[in-house]
């Protein structure tokens, strides 16, 4: 029993060392070598407003152009913000957000786009798109919950609510304070051991030193962080089940099921069901939601991984 014992625990063992050590490098990863200095690549030039609707004159377009490109520059990752009219649905909007960011700053590059939705609908959805590293610095209610980074920055932009006046200024603030938080928060650095997962393509975005890495697997101190806790259960089961399997040998003598029976007192009673009429109701089942969502729900494929979350207004 001993030997039986310490076979399984050997066995178990072996296959998480096997799990944890040898699969992940039988996984694809794509390394995203660090840009020292954005300022210095062709795509900066698109840091910048991109405007749908005719809000600001040239001077005022110039000036948040240059807020954003400055912002770029300090948190070295590209930023962009679209006022959008098209009339989207929510998905729609993350698609175009993410599919947009793609397009002009590449799949998986360092970076952040705001969409704002003014196309006038009854409620109006903002998206937050990330990218490579700002994935893992403006952290989502997807992977972070509550206590998000993106939900804090949406907390300091007061927007016009759905239907009401548009009015420059108030674009122009929230414009303002959307920076403002891109360099706060990005003085906090990426979270400790924290990292990125898009569920719509199924990759892993972490970080790797100062290189971002996209991967169809967890990072490796993610899997770490719970071996000890696997292997602990592993080993309390199998030491149970170890321990049941020898106790079924202690019986003496061989089973027989008429030893429980008590033959003058075994009364069989034979009920039976009769239905006179058979009745079915229909119940609708009512799948709708309200309020505002948070974190992605797009069904976008291919282009490159990203995190990210919306609010409504």
């Given amino acids: 029993m001993k030997n039986i014992f310490k076979k399984t625990l050997s066995l178990?063992?072996?296959?998480?060392?096997?799990?944890?050590?040898?699969?992940?490098?039988?996984?694809?990863?794509?390394?995203?070598?660090?840009?020292?200095?954005?300022?210095e690549t062709d795509e900066f030039e698109f840091c910048c407003v991109i405007p749908q609707i005719s809000?600001?004159?040239?001077?005022?377009l110039e000036e948040l152009n240059e807020l954003v490109k400055d912002t770029a520059e300090e948190i070295n990752m590209y930023v962009c913000v679209i006022l959008g009219t098209s009339i989207y649905n929510d998905t729609q909007i993350e698609e175009f957000a993410e599919l947009f960011y793609d397009d002009i700053f590449g799949p998986n590059t360092d970076g952040i786009i705001y969409y704002i939705d003014l196309s006038g609908r009854s409620e109006?959805?903002?998206?937050?798109?990330?990218?490579?590293?700002a994935a893992l610095v403006y952290t989502d209610y997807e992977n972070d919950g509550y206590n998000n980074r993106i939900d804090d920055i949406f907390d300091n932009i007061y927007l016009p609510k759905s239907g009401a006046t548009i009015e420059a200024s108030d674009i122009a603030n929230g414009i303002e304070e959307f920076c403002?938080?891109?360099?706060?928060?990005?003085?906090?650095?990426?979270?400790?051991?924290?990292?990125?997962?898009?569920?719509?393509?199924?990759?892993?975005?972490?970080?790797?030193?100062?290189?971002?890495?996209?991967?169809?697997?967890?990072?490796?101190?993610?899997?770490?962080k719970y071996t000890p806790i696997g292997l602990i259960t592993m080993a309390i089961v199998t030491l149970i089940s170890v321990l049941t399997i020898k106790g079924?040998?202690?019986?003496?003598?061989?089973?027989?099921?008429?030893?429980?029976?008590?033959?003058?007192?075994?009364?069989?009673?034979?009920?039976?069901?009769?239905?006179?009429?058979?009745?079915?109701?229909?119940?609708?089942?009512?799948?709708?939601?309200?309020?505002?969502?948070?974190?992605?729900?797009?069904?976008?494929?291919?282009?490159?991984?990203h995190g990210g979350g919306g609010r409504h207004r």
């Fill in 180 to 224: 403002k938080s891109l360099e706060e928060i990005n003085e906090k650095g990426p979270k400790k051991f924290y990292y990125s997962y898009d569920k719509y393509d199924e990759k892993y975005i972490y970080l790797k030193g100062e290189d971002v890495v996209v991967s169809s697997t967890k990072p490796l101190y993610a899997i770490i």
């Fill in 12 to 39: 178990i063992f072996a296959s998480v060392l096997c799990s944890v050590f040898i699969l992940p490098l039988s996984v694809s990863a794509k390394t995203i070598k660090h840009i020292d200095d954005i300022t």
């Fill in 55 to 60: 809000l600001f004159d040239e001077d005022e």
């Fill in 124 to 133: 109006s959805y903002d998206y937050i798109s990330t990218s490579g590293r």
């Fill in 248 to 305: 079924s040998y202690k019986f003496k003598t061989a089973f027989n099921s008429s030893s429980y029976v008590e033959r003058n007192k075994t009364v069989f009673n034979v009920k039976t069901d009769t239905f006179i009429r058979e009745y079915t109701r229909r119940v609708k089942i009512d799948s709708g939601g309200g309020g505002g969502r948070r974190g992605s729900g797009r069904r976008r494929s291919g282009g490159g991984s």
